[in-house]
Nanobody
Framework: QLRLVESGGGLVQPGGSLKLSCVAS????????MAWYRQNSGKEREFVAR???????HYEDSLRGRFTISRDNTESTVYLQMNSLKPEDTAVYLC?????????WGQGTRVTVSS
C-alpha cells in the first residue's frame, strides 16, 4: 500500500498558478499509475489528470492546456502544475495511486481561487 501526502494548495487569485505535489511512501512507486482528482463538498469526485507508469498522459478535456501532470520516480512524487486558475477550480485536490489491484488515496490539499 502506498501512503500518499499532498501539498502545495492554498489561496490564489484568478489567473494565478499553483503546483501541487504528492509524495508517496513505498518502493514500488514507479509501477503505479498516478492521478489527480478534485472534489467540492456535496459534489462527486472529478477526474483531473493521470500519468501512467509508462508516462502516458490523460487529462480531463476541459482542463487540458491549463493543467500539467508529471512525475519524478526518483523522488516518488507526482506533480500537478495548474495555470490560469479560475474560481471554478476551487476544490480539494486528491492524489490517487493504482497498481497491483490497489487503489490508494491521499487526504487532499485545498485549493481556493478567489480575489
Amino acid at each position: 500500500q502506498l501512503r500518499l501526502v499532498e501539498s502545495g494548495g492554498g489561496l490564489v487569485q484568478p489567473g494565478g498558478s499553483l503546483k501541487l505535489s504528492c509524495v508517496a511512501s513505498g518502493s514500488m512507486f514507479r509501477f503505479y499509475d498516478m492521478a489527480w482528482y478534485r472534489q467540492n463538498s456535496g459534489k462527486e469526485r472529478e477526474f483531473v489528470a493521470r500519468i501512467e507508469s509508462d508516462g502516458t498522459l490523460h487529462y480531463e478535456d476541459s482542463l487540458r492546456g491549463r493543467f500539467t501532470i508529471s512525475r519524478d520516480n526518483t523522488e516518488s512524487t507526482v506533480y500537478l502544475q495548474m495555470n490560469s486558475l479560475k474560481p471554478e477550480d476551487t476544490a480539494v485536490y486528491l492524489c490517487n495511486a493504482q497498481a497491483f489491484g490497489r487503489d490508494d488515496w491521499g487526504q487532499g490539499t485545498r485549493v481556493t481561487v478567489s480575489s
